[in-house]
């Protein structure tokens, strides 16, 4: 698993995700994932669409990551899950969790605001 940042402003942090979200993917970018979080208190824009498989340790880091966000009211952004991936977050009911977006422009507006 391999966690890029694309963009860090002042409003939001935008990142990719390209791997399995497996035990193994999880344990290699958690610790980046949550820094990020935790140090930046902005919206947070996360590209999965290279994300392969999502098992329940990817559903939990988006979890926790969510709710550490939503104690600054701000929000974990979702973009271009795979279909496969798109289909684990629904059945989870994440989309009542995280903003899951298919459009990059309008996850962006999402981002800066």
Do not use: C
Request: hydrophobic share 50%; proline share 2%; glycine share 4%.
């Amino acid at each position: 698993m391999e966690l890029k940042v694309i963009k860090d402003d002042a409003t939001y942090i935008h990142v990719a995700l390209i791997g399995k979200m497996d035990v193994a993917g999880v344990q290699e970018i958690e610790g980046k994932f949550i820094s990020l979080i935790a140090a930046s208190k902005r919206n947070l824009l996360v590209d999965i669409s290279e994300v392969s498989f999502m098992g329940s340790m990817g559903l939990r880091v988006f979890l926790t990551a969510a709710k550490s966000l939503s104690w600054s009211k701000k929000s974990l952004i979702l973009l271009h899950p795979q279909p496969m991936v798109d289909e684990v977050l629904e059945a989870s009911s994440f989309h009542d969790v995280v903003v899951i977006e298919h459009n990059l422009e309008a996850a962006l507006l999402k981002a800066k605001s």
